[in-house]
């Protein structure tokens, strides 16, 4: 049946829309948009006082599965997503078995279309299990969908590992990921290496351990002509260098989380939240700051979450021994919102840009616009809903936020994937 989504105050930059209009949807894809669209047999859905945007994309979730069914698998992981007002997700390969096989690519595809909630876009290791040594079967996973390389978890320590990953995978066209991280610089690093990580007596993991293999990650990206993407940008130093690699005109983007502009090392206090351990671990405020003129200056090209979800005992361990990540899906779009949008720092199409349409394009996935043609994934949100985040509020099967507790305006109350209803009214169907 066909589908008209009426009085939204529609936004998409891709299609020039900024005002109130008529969707109608005709089975997966948007037939016509206008103003007082009438479609006798259509179910009518009076969005009176929301937005409506090209359906949401985040590029960076770990879904678990396989392997780590505990802390979240496919299905809540997605029904998380669609919580969140995501139509799409794109699945890190740290799996177990690891995701760098056509065989794996296939399962998480297959697992998604049987009882996923939103798009799954595989990514696929730069390395058999992680491990740095040996490239992963590129060609293999391509042919099954997947669409990006990644070791994220890890950042591939050899620089001439990277290089071959790089020259042999280019010519298939997907984007290379980078978890920056110098092990060897790193080491058992706990927190951002400064005031904090002495004040609590943690070890600290120094901005200059993610910066290096930035900074490497580039000339590799120059010297092999391959499409690199930095994950989860968190030093100032770090978004300069991107800013210069794309002044240069070389292939590079990056991405940017919620928690590293929301969040600072100094939430993490003698209470030792371990919701708060994230890698890269949070930083300084003039870290957040600069990330943040990253995003408004076009220096950042897309905002994911980084969805690190973790069982409760794993979490509540002792600060050293719990596990690094926090879950993000649920909270990115009202976060984003309500401290980048709200507070005037950018437009709603430059949210539309980063959450929607900057992902599918580094991704090299189908491109979606509100218009006639366009496949129908579409992100309604009510912006003046106000609401508070508590750990019984998730969806998704864990409750690591860092932001639990955060007062929240916008929340996303419709989502379609394909025409399809994935949320109704609040309520993930
Ligand atoms: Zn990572």
Same mark, same amino acid.
């Given at each position: ?5 009426? *009085? ?6 891709a299609?020039?829309? %900024?005002?109130?209009? %008529? ?12 103003? *007082?669209? %009438? ?20 590029? =960076? ?85 997947? /669409? ?62 993610e ?5 490497r ?21 770090g978004?300069e ?10 292939? /590079? ?10 969040? #600072?090392e ?6 030792? *939240? ?20 990253g ?14 979800? =973790? ?6 361990r ?12 649920? #909270? ?39 218009a ?20 019984d509020?998730?969806e ?6 860092g ?24 309520? /993930?169907?």
């Open positions: 049946m066909a589908l008209l989504l009426k *009085n939204a105050h529609i936004v998409d930059p299609a020039g829309l %900024d005002g109130v209009a %008529d969707v109608l949807v005709e089975g997966e894809r948007i037939a016509r948009v206008g103003e *007082n669209l %009438d479609a006798a047999d259509a179910e009518v859905i009076d969005l009176a006082g929301k937005y409506l945007v090209p359906g949401l994309v985040d590029m =960076h979730v770990h879904l678990r599965e396989p392997g780590y069914e505990h802390k979240e698998d496919i299905e809540s992981g997605t029904r998380a997503a669609a919580h969140g007002g995501f139509t799409g997700v794109c699945s890190m390969p740290n799996t177990d078995p690891v995701t760098d096989n056509g065989v794996t690519i296939e399962y998480v595809k297959s697992v998604a279309a049987a009882k996923g909630h939103c798009r799954v876009f595989p990514s696929g290791a730069m390395t058999k299990g992680l491990k740095g040594e040996i490239i992963s079967e590129m060609g293999d996973m391509v042919a099954h969908g997947c /669409v990006a390389f990644t070791d994220d978890g890890r950042g591939i320590q050899g620089a001439g590992m990277l290089r071959r990953a790089m020259d042999y995978g280019k010519m298939f066209g997907k984007v290379f990921m980078s978890h920056c991280q110098d092990e060897d610089l790193v080491g058992d690093g706990q927190v951002n290496e400064g005031a904090v990580s002495t004040r609590l007596g943690l070890l600290g993991w120094p901005a200059a351990g910066e290096l293999q930035i900074s990650d580039i000339a590799i990206a120059e010297l092999t002509g391959a499409k690199l993407h930095i994950q989860h940008i968190s030093t100032a130093h978004v260098l991107v800013r210069e690699a794309k002044a240069k005109g070389l292939p /590079v983007t990056c991405e940017a989380t919620p928690h590293h502009m929301f969040l #600072t100094d939430a993490i206090d003698g209470t030792y *939240n371990t919701s708060l351990k994230v890698n890269p671990p949070l930083r300084t405020a003039a870290d957040a700051e600069a990330v943040i003129a995003v408004i200056d076009g220096t950042v090209d897309a905002i994911v979450t980084d969805h690190a979800p =973790h069982a409760d005992w794993e979490k509540a002792e600060f050293e021994l719990a596990p690094f990540g926090m879950i993000g899906l649920e #909270t990115s779009l009202g976060l984003v919102y309500t401290n980048l949008v709200k507070t005037g720092k950018i437009s709603l199409a430059r949210m539309v840009e980063l959450m929607a349409i900057g992902p599918r394009r580094i991704l090299g996935v189908e491109p979606v616009s509100i006639a043609g366009s496949l129908a994934d579409i992100t309604v949100f009510d912006p003046e809903a106000t609401w508070t985040v508590t750990a509020g998730f998704s099967q864990a409750k690591n936020s932001f639990i507790g955060a007062s929240i305006t916008g929340r996303a109350t419709d989502v379609f994937v394909g025409g399809v209803a994935t949320m109704r009214d609040g309520v /993930v169907c």
